[in-house]
């Protein structure tokens, strides 16, 4: 069975300042790996995604996230954020099937981003 | 391009009456389709997924249903909402092709009273 854990619930941080969010992951299959992130009563858009290939993954907003096997670990990354990029971020890990996905998701991180 | 859509936006509904929640996604045939709960502080369950039309897997079981009645409409219900089936949900839609990644629609925040 798969899990995601991301181990901060609350990330607070000074606007230009980088932040590090940081999931962690178990499956017993290879896996894919998101970043998504969610507006206040929005749903959710996709950052971005590891499928194969780099490890070194480029999303929008100027957001990366670095797949590291070894560690089990999918952290995302931004090196200078902004006010706009306050949201809730949720990393989550993909098996696939016969034809289907399925998705789980950790708890999600609040990333709160002040002047 | 490809959209979603979900409505209603918000519902309140009294505890013990019927619940009907619509997805459509435009500009792609076939899609995998999900719904999604997110409840406070629980992160996002998956509910049901479809892979075609009449075709319905659950992955909870609880009190709510689905139905897929055409390729590009998935309906969530319910005969009696309880107090816990309060909270934010999500249709989501995957390409056959592309299963691993899915896309979601605005979301509908249901308050049960």
């Known amino acids: 069975a798969q899990s995601v854990t991301q181990l901060d619930s609350q990330v607070p941080v000074f606007e230009e300042a980088p932040v590090e969010l940081r999931c962690n992951y178990s499956?017993?299959?290879?896996?894919?790996l998101f970043w998504y992130v969610q507006y206040p009563n929005q749903g959710l858009q996709l950052l971005l995604k590891?499928?194969?290939?780099?490890?070194l993954v480029k999303g929008i907003n100027g957001f990366e996230a670095e797949f590291n096997k070894s560690q089990t670990s999918f952290h995302l990354r931004k090196p200078s954020v902004h006010i706009s990029d306050t949201a809730e971020y949720f990393c989550?890990?993909?098996?696939?099937?016969?034809?289907?996905?399925?998705?789980?998701f950790g708890k999600g991180t609040m990333l709160l981003v002040s002047p | 391009s490809q959209t979603i859509h979900q409505w209603p936006a918000t519902l309140v509904q009294p505890v013990g009456s019927p619940l009907s929640l619509e997805c459509t996604v435009e500009?792609?045939?076939?899609?995998?389709l999900y719904w999604y709960r997110q409840a406070a502080g629980r992160g996002l369950q998956l509910l049901f997924y479809?892979?075609?039309?009449?075709?319905i897997s659950s992955e909870v079981p609880q009190n709510l249903s689905a139905s897929r009645p055409q390729d590009r409409q998935f309906i969530l219900s319910s005969k009696k909402l309880l107090l816990s089936d309060s909270g934010f949900y999500l249709c989501?839609?995957?390409?056959?092709?592309?299963?691993?990644?899915?896309?979601f629609g605005p979301g509908t925040r249901l308050t049960v009273l």
């Open positions: 479809s892979v075609g039309i009449g075709q």
């Open positions: 989550a890990v993909s098996e696939s099937n016969s034809g289907y996905s399925t998705l789980t």
């Open positions: 989501a839609w995957s390409t056959p092709s592309s299963t691993d990644t899915q896309y």
């Open positions: 500009g792609t045939s076939n899609p995998n």
């Open positions: 499956s017993s299959v290879s896996v894919y």
């Open positions: 590891y499928l194969s290939g780099s490890t």
